[in-house]
């Protein structure tokens, strides 16, 4: 089997040291649709496409996400913000 490096997934922390941006930085482009948003590997693991990285590392300023061709895969996970899972208690 031939490994397609652009077909790898970068986890958060690779993502932030190959730009340079800060987390919120990183999910406020993602809102924007200035930066690729990541997909959901499993139920509690996202990544990035390598190959979407790089298309946004070629041109950072002024990527959209219309640079993208996303027909051919699933699509990607979007950012959700959510409370913190609490347990609470059942009434008697």
């Known amino acids: 089997m031939i490994s397609q490096p652009h077909l790898r997934f970068l986890r958060l922390n690779q993502i932030l040291d190959l730009t340079g941006l800060s987390r919120a930085t990183l999910y406020r482009k993602i ?10 590997i499993s139920e509690r693991c996202s990544g990035w496409r390598t190959g979407e990285v790089e298309v946004w590392l070629h041109n950072p300023v002024s990527f959209t996400m219309d640079y993208l061709d996303r027909t051919d895969i699933a699509p990607p ?11 609470t208690q059942l009434p008697n």
Do not use: D, E, H, N
Request: hydrophobic share 25%.
């Open 31 to 40: 809102a924007a649709g200035t930066f690729p948003p990541p997909y959901r």
């Open 77 to 87: 996970m979007t950012p959700t913000l959510t409370k913190p899972y609490r347990r």
